[in-house]
């Protein structure tokens, strides 16, 4: 079975600044994908950005990025400039080619950031 | 607008009072799945669906029924509620040919049993 793993379940930062949020994932895969997910209070899931485990590039989306280590199976997110509509709940998902749509989700990690 | 729509928004029940918590998808995605989501746990999947007629069983399937009679709505169905399965239920669905494009949510269901 796949799984996910935040290490991290709560971070703060301060408005303008950047911060990393972690994720590991562990899987004898080799074609998946992984996305990271936001929740903010209005606990809608929206998805933030995704990454093609074939695609050596790491995704980039506006002020969010992500560095992806396949062989360290690795999946960290980057937020520069924080902004306050940040603050949020992220969660980590891993998604498999070969297991149908089942995706893996971690537990994770409530961002908050700081006027 | 693409999207999908979860009912009720929030739920109040008693034990063992039956309820049926609808999902609807506009956007023809053949997939479709339920989660929970509870504290310091994430997001674990229920059920979910590859087609209209088939479904199967996530990681937490137990207390839980579900039904794909026609491809845009998966209902989830609570026979007998216990108190354990208080908790936020979200529905999501996919194309099923294009994993990389993730899961659209629904805005998620809030259930209390009592």
């Known amino acids: 079975a796949q799984t996910v793993t935040q290490s991290q379940p709560e971070m703060s930062v301060q408005e303008a600044e950047t911060v990393t949020l972690s994720c590991t994932y562990d899987?004898?895969?080799?074609?998946?994908?992984l996305f990271w997910y936001k929740q903010p209070p209005s606990r809608q899931m929206i998805l933030v950005i995704r990454?093609?485990?074939?695609?050596?590039q790491n995704a980039t989306e506006n002020r969010f990025s992500v560095n992806f280590q396949k062989a360290a199976k690795s999946f960290s997110l980057k937020i520069s400039d924080s902004q306050l509509g940040d603050t949020a709940m992220y969660f980590c998902?891993?998604?498999?080619?070969?297991?149908?749509?089942?995706?893996?989700f971690g537990t994770g990690t409530s961002l908050t950031v700081i006027p | 607008e693409a999207q999908v729509t979860q009912n009720p928004r929030y739920l109040i029940t008693v034990t063992g009072k039956k309820l049926t918590v609808t999902c609807s998808q506009n956007?023809?995605?053949?997939?479709m799945s339920w989660y929970r989501q509870d504290p310091g746990l994430g997001l674990r999947q229920i059920y979910y669906?590859?087609?209209?007629?088939?479904?199967d069983k996530g990681d937490v399937p137990e207390g839980y029924k579900v039904s794909r009679k026609e491809k845009r709505n998966f209902p989830l169905i609570l026979e007998s509620p216990s108190p354990n399965q208080t908790s936020l239920y979200f529905c999501?669905?996919?194309?099923?040919?294009?994993?990389?494009?993730?899961?659209?949510f629904g805005s998620g269901t809030r259930l209390t049993v009592v």
């Open positions: 956007m023809n995605h053949e997939y």
């Open positions: 999501a669905s996919s194309l099923g040919w294009d994993r990389a494009s993730g899961y659209t």
């Open positions: 998902a891993f998604g498999s080619a070969n297991t149908g749509n089942q995706f893996y």
């Open positions: 669906s590859m087609n209209v007629e088939v479904t």
């Open positions: 990454q093609e485990a074939y695609k050596q």
């Open positions: 899987t004898s895969e080799n074609n998946y994908y």
